[in-house]
Every structure is written in C-alpha cells, then in structure tokens.
C-alpha cells in the first residue's frame, strides 16, 4: 500500500540552526501538507501545497517557515533559525484533493536544545 | 476560530462498546473525519462522515449530524489493541477545507 514517507524521523538540533524536514507524498497525490504535535497535544494545521505553491497557511507558519518541492517526489519543509519552542512531531501528509482523506507519513521528531 | 471538543480521556474494558463523542461549530462544515493515533506514531484513518448518518466499517462506526455539529465513533468488541487516541478532524469551506483537529480522546482499555 503506498504511503507517505519522511526523513529524518528524529533531528536534535541547537537553537538558532536551520533544520529541513524531508517528505514523500504518494505518488498520485495533488495535495500535500505539513502538520505539527507538540508533546501532549493536538495536531496543529501548519501549511497546504498544490501545483507547486502554497495554497494555506496558518498563523503558526510564520516567515521562519518555508515549504519547497524541490524536484518531482520530494516535499520539504524548511525552518531557518529554530526555537526552542520548534520542538515537536512534525508530520507530511498528502491526499487526492482538497478536502479527502490525508494520509500520514511516521512523523520527523524535532527536538531544539 | 473553529472549535473542536472531544473528551480528554475515556476508559472502558476488553470486550465491551465505548462511544467516544466529537462537536463542532457548524458554520462552513465540509466534512468530517475520525483518526486513530498510538502514542509516538502517526495519525491512521478511520472513517468519514460528510452526510448524516452512521457509517459502519467493521468494528468501528461514526455517526454524524450536520444540523446539531456533532459526531460519535462508535468501537465494539473493544480490544486492548485500541488503546489509543482517537482524533476527530473537520473540514470548513471557509479554512480552505483544510483539516482541523480537535484535542483528540485517550482511550485506556483495561482487561
């Protein structure tokens, strides 16, 4: 069954440091997103990618952050100067279209020390 | 903003049925969606709703209402397997049909 894949599934990183967070979407999947879960609580809407630009954001997803794709597979998510407050599960998803069901890569664990 | 509610923590035993229940604002309502999350793992789809009614898929079923903003999942035959939290996600037209979660439910069940 196909599904979506992240890398790295765990990056400790010092404050300050940019950190990119890696993804592949399934393959025939239009939409892709980003989605953050701090320790402990729910699962936070961070940005939405169609047809090679973002298509939503959410206040969360301020000017450290940025969403690329870079070639035809991959789908990543750029933080440039890190927080310790950055700490979190950092999930890619992707669906058919706008509205179905998303589809959940293992999560990239984010620790800034 | 839209405000999802769900019950911080439920507990139920081996065998038995647990109805965990999910409301939203009802403003813009596209969809919605029911994911199951172990600790430390990824969201895993469950069921959809976006008209009312209970849809059945093995043990699992949710049911929704549109005009009261409000959903259940229903698990049967609970196993200890289904420990777990239980996220329920709403699409709105005016979020860019974009997923919201709610806080999620944790569900503990004991033999």
């Known amino acids: 069954e196909p599904e979506v894949t992240q890398t790295p599934s765990h990056q400790v990183t010092q404050m300050g440091q940019e950190v990119i967070l890696r993804c592949v979407p399934i393959s025939n999947h239009l939409y892709f997103y980003w989605y953050r879960q701090i320790l402990g609580q729910k699962v936070e809407f961070l940005v939405s990618f169609y047809n090679n630009e973002i298509s939503e954001k959410s206040e969360i997803f301020d000017d450290q952050f940025s969403v690329e794709r870079p070639d035809g597979s991959n789908f990543t998510l750029k933080i440039r100067s890190t927080k310790l407050e950055d700490s979190a599960m950092y999930f890619c998803?992707?669906?058919?279209?706008?509205?179905?069901?998303?589809?959940f890569g293992e999560g990239s664990w984010l620790t800034v020390v | 903003g839209q405000n999802i509610d769900q019950p911080t923590e439920m507990t139920a035993t081996e065998g038995a049925i647990v109805q965990i229940n999910c409301t939203y604002q009802?403003?813009?309502?596209?969809?919605l969606f029911w994911y199951q999350q172990h600790a430390g793992e990824a969201p895993t789809f469950l069921s959809y709703?976006?008209?009312?009614g209970l849809e059945e898929k093995g043990r699992f079923s949710s049911f929704l209402s549109r005009s009261k903003g409000y959903s259940y999942l229903l698990l049967k035959e609970l196993q200890m397997k289904d420990s777990a939290s239980y996220l329920c996600a709403v699409t709105f037209y005016n979020y860019g049909q974009n997923f919201v979660f709610g806080p999620g439910t944790r569900l503990s069940v004991l033999p």
């Open positions: 009802t403003s813009g309502f596209n969809g």
């Open positions: 709703n976006v008209l009312d």
């Open positions: 998803a992707s669906s058919t279209n706008l509205g179905n069901t998303i589809y």
